[in-house]
């Protein structure tokens, strides 16, 4: 089956530092991405998606790259703030427009 | 506001109890999904809706059964036989057009003892 893990599970960042939080995933017919924040007890939020016609995307504070070659996924968090501590999630599609979730990596920011 | 939600927040049962949960959307969305999420994981899919009564199984889906009578609505019910129910569950949907993108609600601890 699909599969999309990360690389690792814990990220500690001092506050105003940059983030990278990175993802592998195996299937190379992938064509779709998303990164997911989840703070504690709630619900994942979007964040940013790509598309596998892309190799880097930027959103506020945000950007995702894409490295088809290496089957690798990573988001960079600019300038960390207290409120980014929360679990992300990266995501690919199936078929049927369904999602393959990672475990998440814990992101924590130090004060 | 526009949105999904999820009823109760936290839900209590004894084992052998079927339970139901609830999952509304406004968004007008043709999509709807059910995940189960255990501790330090990620989602995994329990069952899927892509139009009014029409549903699939997802990898999960053994001890799970669901209804899509509205497209508003898609209630979960976990039952007797699903042997480890405990968990925290969450909907999603999805406007079913070419974006991927789901939207999830806030979530449904459930704990059966």
């Known amino acids: 089956g699909e599969n999309v893990g990360l690389h690792l599970p814990t990220l500690s960042v001092q506050e105003g530092d940059n983030s990278i939080i990175n993802c592998a995933y195996s299937n190379s017919a992938s064509d779709y991405f998303i990164w997911y924040k989840q703070e504690s007890g709630k619900g994942p939020q979007f964040i940013i998606d790509i598309r596998s016609n892309m190799d880097k995307r930027q959103g506020q504070r945000v950007t995702v790259l894409l490295n088809k070659t290496v089957k690798h996924l990573s988001l960079q968090i600019a300038a960390t703030q207290p409120g980014d501590s929360a679990v992300y999630f990266c995501a690919h599609s199936g078929s049927a427009r369904q999602l393959t979730f990672g475990s998440g990596t814990q992101l924590t920011v130090l004060p | 506001d526009g949105g999904i939600t999820q009823s109760p927040k936290y839900l209590f049962r004894k084992e052998g109890q079927n339970v139901t949960l609830s999952c509304e959307q406004n968004l007008n969305h043709d999509a709807m999904y059910w995940y189960r999420q255990d501790p330090g994981q990620g989602l995994r899919l329990i069952y899927y809706s892509q139009i009014v009564n029409d549903f699939q199984k997802g990898d999960i889906a053994e001890g799970y059964s669901v209804s899509r009578e509205k497209k508003e609505s898609f209630p979960l019910t976990v039952t007797s036989a699903q042997k480890n129910p405990t968990a925290f569950y969450l909907c999603?949907?999805?406007?079913?057009?070419?974006?991927?993108?789901?939207?999830f609600g806030p979530g449904t601890r459930l704990t059966v003892t």
């Open positions: 999603a949907s999805n406007t079913g057009g070419p974006a991927y993108e789901q939207y």
